[in-house]
């Protein structure tokens, strides 16, 4: 009888626990529910803003479209420095490129800011799952514990399917700059890193713990390699070369370069212009990986949506920098034009954003202490050099309204319609100046820096800034 008793007071202890553990995991998912969204953090590599959500209807882009009515959307937000391993080890610290410190696409943040709480840092500290796949940071294995997990494709033959290309790499050559196959795009790298988001948006939503999951989808970097129905959509009778294909004698030499990416490429000359067929192509494919990537990403949000993530779930997708389409008759990035320093900045935030535009001028070192507030953690102390966008997001305004960005030697200043440009030396000197007025040369093929009427404004916005680069520029 005694052991009876006992029997049904242990089971009614046992009931009465897992009732408790069951209260107590219904709380804490009503608590991240209300309180604690999900971050889903989607980095496109070289993404410039020809999107059809910006205005260039001439592009395929229903995805990023449809993002776009449903977020916030940045019309004038600039990379902080045009190259990738450098922007995105800036955007993931909060912090400015200085003259020694992120610098090139190979950077690295636990080398180059080695105390620097990175975003996956912080948000993992604070109870989340950090997951990164694809290409969020240049170099994958980069400040690798402040994520649950890194994943990545394998990239040996850069996703080449036709038989020339394969020949050329078995040359140990890199192979062509483009190429159009009849494959299913599962087969392609960012194919593969969409199945992979899918995969683990389903483990998370399981968990019922707050994720920050990273996609970095690759294209339209080079090779502009895509399947062949994503060419299709744009015919190379349809392509045209850019209006600003020259040039300009104003503008100092030092702000051309020699798109040395590019020429890596097989059937690239080495030295001058590439050839107007060669460069239609470029541009028709550039345009086919746009649209295919818009694709990988419609299946991603489309799964956030199926699995009921989407109502908890910040969606944040930025461009690492711009990319030029033969503008200044220049390819890739690596320079301060605004072709490489304007990309695209959306932010969704459930039942606050809806598809408005803002002309405010943004950077993305703004992205850090944005999530930060938006998830209600704590800023780290002496570190973000940005400012939040929630004010923007809520429909008010915001004090802030430039942007800093620089490329070697060269510091631009984006104020207003002004794009002001300084080469400096190591003591912060400038040996060279540009200056575009957007209001009337949107192309920037004027350079006004030289010109005596203009002597009193380059004075006041090199001044501004030297106050505005940032505290460390000369001394890390």
């Known amino acids: 009888m005694r052991c009876a008793i006992l029997f049904v007071l242990a089971s009614i202890f046992l009931l009465a626990c897992k009732a408790e553990q069951k209260e107590l995991h219904e709380e804490k998912e009503e608590k991240h529910q209300q309180g604690q969204p999900n971050i889903l953090f989607i980095a496109v590599d070289d993404l410039r803003p020809e999107l059809n959500l910006y205005g260039a209807t001439h592009i395929h882009s229903p995805n990023l479209d449809k993002l ?7 019309d004038r937000a600039y990379c902080n420095v045009p190259t990738c391993g450098a922007s995105r080890a800036s955007i993931l610290t909060g912090k400015r490129p200085t003259r020694n410190r992120f610098l090139t696409f190979d950077t690295r943040i636990d080398e180059q800011a080695t105390e620097t709480i990175t975003l996956p840092k912080l948000f993992k500290a604070n109870g989340y799952t950090t997951i990164s796949n694809g290409k969020v940071l240049h170099v994958p294995d980069d400040s690798a514990s402040d994520w649950d997990e890194v994943w990545r494709p394998s990239e040996e033959t850069l996703n080449y399917f036709n038989q020339e290309n394969h020949e050329l790499i078995s040359q140990k ?16 790298l960012d194919g593969k890193i969409t199945a992979k988001g899918i995969a683990d948006l389903k483990k998370l939503k399981k968990t019922g713990k707050p994720f920050f999951l990273a996609m970095g989808f690759m294209k339209p970097h080079l090779p502009f390699n895509a399947p062949k129905k994503y060419w299709d959509m744009y015919p190379i009778e349809n392509i045209n070369l850019p209006e600003s294909y020259h040039q300009p ?3 100092p030499l030092k702000a051309f370069h020699n798109f040395g990416e590019l020429r890596t490429y097989s059937n690239v000359p080495k030295k001058g212009p590439v050839s107007n067929a060669m460069a239609k192509q ?18 991603l949000l489309h799964e956030l949506e199926k699995e009921g993530l989407s109502e908890n779930t ?3 997708l930025w461009g690492d920098h711009g990319w030029n389409l033969g503008e200044h008759q220049l390819w890739c990035k690596h320079c301060t034009f605004e072709t490489s320093l304007r990309s695209p900045l959306l932010i969704k935030v459930p039942g606050k954003t809806k598809g408005r535009h803002v002309t405010d001028i943004t950077e993305f070192v703004d992205i ?9 953690l704590q800023m780290p102390e002496n570190q973000l050099e940005g400012e939040s966008l929630v ?13 800093v960005s620089k490329f070697k030697d060269a510091v631009t200043l984006i104020k207003g319609d002004y794009f002001y440009t300084e080469w400096t030396n190591d003591e912060g000197i400038a040996y060279e100046r540009m200056l575009f007025d957007h209001k009337t040369d949107p192309l920037e093929l004027a350079n006004l820096a030289e010109k ?8 006041q916005l090199a001044s501004e800034l030297l106050e505005k680069w940032g505290k460390d520029f000369l001394n890390h």
């Open 391 to 403: 004010p923007l997001i809520n429909g008010k305004g915001r004090a802030k309204n430039y942007a």
């Open 282 to 299: 470029l541009i028709q494919g550039y345009y086919a990986c746009v649209s295919f990537v818009d694709a990988q990403i419609g299946k």
């Open 68 to 74: 776009a009515s449903q977020s916030l959307v940045f």
């Open 249 to 251: 004698k104003t503008t």
């Open 452 to 459: 005596e009427e203009y002597k009193e404004l380059v004075s």
């Open 314 to 316: 910040i969606v944040v």
């Open 173 to 188: 050559q890199r192979g062509n700059p483009f190429e159009a196959a009849a494959v299913d795009e599962g087969e392609y």
């Open 368 to 376: 850090y202490p944005s999530l930060v507030e938006l998830a209600g």
